[in-house]
Structures are given as C-alpha cells and as structure tokens.
C-alpha cells in the first residue's frame, strides 16, 4: 500500500494512474475507520481501479478547538486497516502541507449550509467543502463515496461538483448501524452511557 504525505506526491501518482486509464475511486475520511467506512471502501472497490482513502482531521472544519483535539487519531490502526482491506493508496497529509503559511482562499457554500448542522456549527461546512476541493484537486479521483450518515454533507458536496464543474461523480452510501440502530461514528467513543442511550 502507498502512503502519501504531500498534495504535489498524491497528485503525481493520481496522474499517472489517469494515463494508464485507471479509474480512481476516492473515500474521504478523517480517520479513526469503522466498519461504516470499511463499507464505502468497499463500495469504492466494486467500480474503480484503484481506491484511495484520505486521513486527514482537517481543522477548518471544527468550530470547537477542544472537538479538534480530542478527535480520536489511531494513526497505525488506520493504516492496518486499509493495508488488510486491500486500498491502493493512502493519502494523509499533513496540516502544513495542506495549509502552510499564507493559505487564504476558501469555498463559500450557500443556503444548504445554513440549517441544521450548519446552524449549530458556524462555518464548518465552509471547513468541508475547501478540504474536499483541495482533497479532490489532488487525488483527482472518477468517483467520490460518502456515507448517507452526514446527509446534509453529502447534499453539500453534490451540490458543489455540480456548480464548479467537477468532473466527479458523487456516491452516497447506506448508513452502516450498530445491532440497536445507533450508526457507527468515530466519536461514538466519546460518548457517555447516558448520552449513548439518547444517541439512539
Ligand atoms: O465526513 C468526514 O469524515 C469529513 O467531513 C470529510 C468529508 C473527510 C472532510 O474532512
């Protein structure tokens, strides 16, 4: 399995992947996988080539800094991971490479943004949308899966291959449950007994 760590080394690789008329399936995540992205890995792997996972907790997005820091990152597991799921590449970089000094530029997302997720955590989809775009100008994959789980996200990211021409297909995957209905999450962890009760 390939690891890379810079935009510039992921976007060689990919390119070279294009040349070759491979097809490059993309599943972005920040990490700490479950079995719920086991199974966008594996939808990913049914109609590409090669498949790409990111692992990148991207700190745009998070309007919390305590949310930030306390992000589960089981680094090695995620690679192992992967490695046993047969994933072509890994693409983790870092947070200098993806934002050195100077980085000034961001994508404004409009009136889906607003309610809901949007309304309880300002400007985390502004976060998202400008770490998908820089994630996807880099992997520059054919196809894109993200779970049904974060539907307003998925909605989001739709909605912007559509209006800045990318030229990507979007897939929206089944929600992945635990036995009792609760959907798997990575910060599921965190969650008290109370608070895992109500989650339900
Ligand atoms: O759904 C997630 O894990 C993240 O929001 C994403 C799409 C990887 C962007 O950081």
């Not at 000094?101 to 949007?118: K, N, R, Y």
């Not at 775009?133 to 989001?156: I, M, R, S, Y």
């Not at 995957?173 to 959907?183: H, Q």
Request: charged share 20%; glycine share 6%; net charge negative.
């Amino acid at each position: 399995m390939l690891i890379f760590e810079s935009p510039s080394a992921m976007a060689a690789w990919s390119s070279a992947q294009r040349s070759d008329h491979k097809t490059i399936g993309f599943v972005p995540t920040m990490g700490a996988l479950h079995d719920g992205h086991l199974m966008l890995i594996h939808e990913a792997q049914q109609v590409s080539d090669v498949v790409v996972v990111s692992i990148f907790v991207n700190p745009l997005q998070f309007n919390r800094r305590d949310d930030f820091e306390h992000y589960p990152r089981p680094a090695a597991l995620d690679l192992e991971r992967c490695r046993e799921r047969g994933v072509t590449a890994v693409y983790a970089p870092t947070a200098d490479a993806m934002y050195p000094a100077g980085f000034d530029t961001h994508i404004e997302v409009g009136q889906l943004a607003q309610p809901l997720e949007g309304a309880g955590r300002p400007g985390h989809f502004r976060g998202v949308a400008t770490v998908v775009t820089k994630l996807f100008n880099a992997v520059q994959p054919h196809a894109a899966f993200f779970g049904e789980k974060d539907f307003q996200q998925l909605t989001v990211i739709k909605r912007m291959v559509i209006d800045l021409d990318m030229p990507i297909n979007i897939v929206g995957c089944v929600t992945t449950r635990e036995p009792d209905g609760l959907a798997l999450s990575s910060r599921n962890a965190r969650l008290s007994p109370t608070q895992r009760d109500a989650a339900i």
